[in-house]
């Protein structure tokens, strides 16, 4: 009976062990984002180049 309880114990105390947490955080990495733009220098100039010649021809028009 004693070596029956002293393996129970045993058994006991390995589990206990092996489900032991730790009070530190984890370690995670950061998501690493690539983001790839495509972007033409004349983008920004085409509106206002369209609103002036918009603009333009209502002026003549007049």
């Known amino acids: 009976m004693k070596k ?15 489900h032991a947490g730790t ?3 984890p370690i995670v ?3 690493v984002v690539v983001e790839t ?5 004349s ?3 085409i509106v206002p180049l369209l ?3 918009a603009v333009g021809a209502a002026i003549w028009l007049l």
């Open 4 to 18: 029956v309880m002293l393996a129970a114990a045993a058994a006991a105390l390995a589990v206990t062990a092996a």
């Open 23 to 25: 009070l530190a955080d």
């Open 29 to 31: 990495e950061p998501a």
């Open 37 to 41: 733009t495509t972007s033409s220098s």
């Open 43 to 45: 983008a920004g100039i």
């Open 51 to 53: 609103f002036l010649a």
